[in-house]
Structures are given as C-alpha cells and as structure tokens.
T-cell receptor, first 112, second 113 residues
Framework: GEDVEQSLFLSVREGDSSVINCTYT??????LYWYKQEPGAGLQLLTY?????DMKQDQRLTVLLNKKDKHLSLRIADTQTGDSAIYFC????????????FGTGTQLKVEL | EPEVTQTPSHQVTQMGQEVILRCVPI?????FYWYRQILGQKVEFLVS????????KSEIFDDQFSVERPDGSNFTLKIRSTKLEDSAMYFC???????????FGSGTRLTVV
C-alpha cells in the first residue's frame, strides 16, 4: 500500500509535550523521516530513523518506531510557540527507488 | 550549513506558457528530486535524477514535464505548457547518497492564471 497517515491537528499548551503520530502500511519501509513546514516555507528535516531502530533521541525530539504495528511517533518535549508548524512523516521503501512518500501532515498549534 | 537554493520563490504565469523552475542542489550531493505540494494537500513525488538521467518518475510527471542538469550546479524543472492544475509549491531536494536525509529547498510557488 501507499498510504502514510497522520491525524490532521494537534493543539498543546506551551511547556507541555507534544506527540505526533504516524502510521504507514508498507512493511518494506527502510528509513522514516520527520519534516517540519512553517507557513509559506520549505520542508525542514528534523530527524530520521532507520527501520531496525526502535528509538532515537535528539535534544527535545524523541522518535519511537513500532515496526510490528507500523507506527511512528515524534515527541517534542517542552513545546514552544516556535514549534507551531505542520509536521510530515515520510518513508522510503525497499524497491520504491529513492522517493519519499509523505504523510498527510499534522498541524501543531502551541497555545500560551 | 549547506542549503538547496530555489529560484524564483514565486512565479505567476499564464496558462499555456512554459516555465522553468531552478534549483541549485548541495554541491557534493548526487541524487536530485522534484516534489510538489498543491495547496492544502500532501507533498507528492514527481521525479528523481541520478547520474545525469531520470531514475524514477511518477504518473504526474507526464510529457509536459522535463528535468535537466545543464551544468555541474543547476537542476531545472520545465513545464512546457502550464495548466491551471499545475499551480502548486514545487520543492527541489538533494541527497548525498542512498543513506541519510534529503535536504529540501524553500520551494517555488507557481501560480497559473
């Protein structure tokens, strides 16, 4: 299957943790990525994880991968107003060439 | 930090006109891509380019589209005869090797009127 699905919206208070979820259908995913898109801007690579890993931490960001359930999450600790953006997960699949398949995007709104 | 540079940032063109979107990938990268994002929709793959040829293209990338790497630094996307539905943000991306992350440019917003 081709689908990479995300919930559309998430609203959190400043200082709380945000968890953005992603499910994918193709078990041949090799790399999974998180990108951030601010209004009118490009796609900023936040982090990525290889499919044989189950966790990766990078400062405020923690990526968890449950390969059995095909579930990927991005946790942002101590969420700030500057974290407000759309977050896309994306994957690369074995036999899928080098192309990224993007999820639908989750709009994160951080409230004071 | 190295960047992928795209020009122009915004282009308005009349339906039926040709447009060329320009990209300068990161200098030691070997894989180049174009993606597009219609307003409010997913980011969609258009084409990948490696070793001076197209390695993969999507069904969106029909005969109206072409890519070129005319010199050692530029990577262009040409749309021969634009349609209203070509209006989108077009992103160029590059990648050094088969491992690691893609670096995206800031995009060109194409508006076809």
């Amino acid at each position: 299957g081709e689908d990479v699905e995300q919930s559309l919206f998430l609203s959190v208070r400043e200082g709380d943790s945000s968890v953005i979820n992603c499910t994918y259908t193709d078990s041949s995913s090799t790399y999974l990525y998180w990108y951030k898109q601010e209004p009118g801007a490009g796609l900023q690579l936040l982090t990525y994880i290889f499919s044989n890993m189950d966790m990766k931490q990078d400062q405020r960001l923690t990526v968890l991968l449950n390969k059995k359930d095909k579930h990927l999450s991005l946790r942002i600790a101590d969420t700030q107003t500057g974290d407000s953006a759309i977050y896309f997960c994306a994957d690369i699949r074995t036999g899928g060439g080098n192309k990224l398949t993007f999820g639908t995007g989750t709009q994160l709104k951080v409230e004071l | 930090e190295p960047e992928v540079t795209q020009t122009p940032s915004h282009q308005v063109t009349q339906m039926g006109q040709e447009v060329i979107l320009r990209c300068v990938p990161i200098s030691n990268h070997l894989y180049f891509y174009w993606y597009r994002q219609i307003l409010g929709q997913k980011v969609e793959f258009l084409v990948s380019f490696y070793n001076n040829e197209i390695s993969e293209k999507s069904e969106i990338f029909d005969d109206q589209f072409s890519v070129e790497r005319p010199d050692g630094s530029n990577f262009t996307l040409k749309i021969r005869s634009t349609k209203l539905e070509d209006s989108a943000m077009y992103f160029c991306a590059s990648r050094r090797g088969q491992d690691g992350g893609y670096t995206f440019g800031s995009g060109t917003r194409l508006t076809v009127v």
